[in-house]
């Protein structure tokens, strides 16, 4: 079921990203131009097209929190309050402070303001993903951003989800103002941008999507921020000989059912443990509920790549700059500063990639298609601006006016020379 590569056939084929989007690229910004031009009108055409649902109020206008989290079970309650737990002390634990320097002549230094207005878009697909929310939700209201905007595809009967309401009630318990809104693709990235009648304009967009929703987010941005530009999910695993065959293929399997998009791929040197992992795959798999999607992840993009080292296997990874990396090694801390890129590491095999999907603490929204080499994890930066302020005092003013003046008279511009030039006449 899933084929091993040597390193230069992987490269052509498990390792090369990217799809044909010419057409799609047209379509989204025709949708997008519509809803921004259009309002809510387009926004109920696009909506009715898509989603095969009429809606004429988009906002859920009665969240009925207490209801909800009591239709759901116990165990699973008891779980989102546990997540929400973690995940808020993971991100209250980053640092974020102001700072300033009082060594250069007076005061400078750094403030942090939260962005007042966030866009958050929870994907709808096959599944109801009701953890993206308090991934992105949480490290937003860890920042301080006071308002949240939430855009969630409806159900074909025009409702959500009852565990994706109940969820909102965890949010609830944190204190912020938020809304929720019944949209999706494309159409629901252009609302948000710049608004309709019934949908506020925020100033950010974050949260992953399909590739509608992504190239959407690509054409907004510039009128509003966005976190980032993601691709199908993806997992690399890099294991030796000691590594569990069955633990791997779970891991694999895992990633595998997201979408027939995902890549789920190991990168080993250790040819010993390769049968055993083809055969714990073919076995886990008749249990699965979505075999059909694991099947048709595996074959498209999944694999097995036998490298000559473990040293060549971390340069693999790092040329393929994977949105999760997985150490299932004898001594993974051994190994960590040969990770370069990577959106988050699990190291060792009892910290598998699941765990951080829902419970262990980072957001699960991680940079994808290789943009980890540039681009880091949702986190409590994405939510804040960083504003340098200056105040310098006088003696230093006449100091520095005068290398300010030369400088600007070099650049040929002579109004700024002159600005510099005027405070050593006035101060």
């Not at 190239?215 to 997992?235: F, N, Q």
């Not at 595998?256 to 890549?263: C, M, P, Q, R």
Request: with cysteine.
């Amino acid at each position: 079921m899933i084929k091993i590569y040597s390193i230069e056939e992987a490269r052509t084929s498990i390792l090369k990203r990217g799809i044909k989007q010419e057409l799609l690229e047209e379509n989204v910004k025709r949708i997008v131009n519509d809803v921004k031009e259009r309002g809510d009108i387009a926004l109920r055409e696009w909506t009715e097209k898509f989603d095969k649902v009429k809606i004429d109020q988009f906002e859920v206008l009665n969240l009925n929190y207490i209801e909800n989290l009591n239709n759901i079970s116990q165990e699973l309650r008891q779980s989102l309050e546990l997540a929400c737990d973690r995940i808020y002390k993971y991100h209250i634990s980053q640092p974020n402070s102001p700072w300033e320097n009082n060594d250069l002549g007076g005061q400078l230094g750094q403030i942090i303001r939260p962005i007042g207005t966030v866009g958050i878009y929870i994907p709808g697909g096959t599944s109801p993903l009701f953890s993206s929310i308090l991934m992105t939700a949480i490290p937003a209201i860890v920042a301080g951003t006071k308002n949240l905007i939430f855009a969630i595809p409806p159900n074909q009967d025009g409702t959500l989800s009852k565990i994706i309401l109940a969820t909102f009630g965890i949010i609830d318990s944190l204190g912020v103002n938020f809304r929720v809104f019944k949209m999706g693709g494309a159409q629901a990235i252009s609302a948000m941008a710049f608004g309709t009648g019934q949908v506020p304009k925020v100033d950010k967009i974050v949260g992953p999507g399909n590739i509608y929703v992504n190239l959407a987010k690509r054409e907004v941005y510039g009128y509003v921020g966005i976190d980032g530009i993601y691709g199908p999910t993806e997992a690399l695993i890099i294991a030796d000989d000691t590594a569990n065959p069955s633990l791997i293929a779970s891991d694999l399997l895992a990633q595998a059912e997201h979408d027939v998009l995902a890549i789920p791929i190991l990168v080993t040197h250790a040819k010993s443990i390769i049968s055993a992992v083809k055969k714990e795959l073919k076995s886990q798999i008749e249990n699965l509920e979505r075999k059909s999607i694991i099947r048709e992840s595996i074959n498209n993009k999944g694999g097995i790549i036998l490298t000559n080292s473990i040293e060549e296997s971390f340069k693999i990874s790092n040329e393929f700059s994977p949105e999760h990396l997985s150490l299932m090694l004898k001594e993974p801390l051994k190994y960590i500063d040969l990770v370069e890129n990577a959106g988050g590491i699990f190291i060792g095999e009892n910290s598998f990639e699941v765990l951080g999907d829902y419970i262990a603490g980072p957001s699960h929204v991680m940079p994808t298609n290789g943009t980890a080499r540039f681009s880091s994890a949702l986190s409590v930066y994405d939510f804040v601006k960083r504003i340098s302020f200056v105040n310098l005092n006088r003696k230093t003013v006449l100091n520095l006016s005068k290398f300010a003046e030369i400088m600007a008279c070099n650049e040929d511009l002579t109004g700024h020379a002159n600005s510099a030039a005027i405070r050593r006449r006035v101060i």
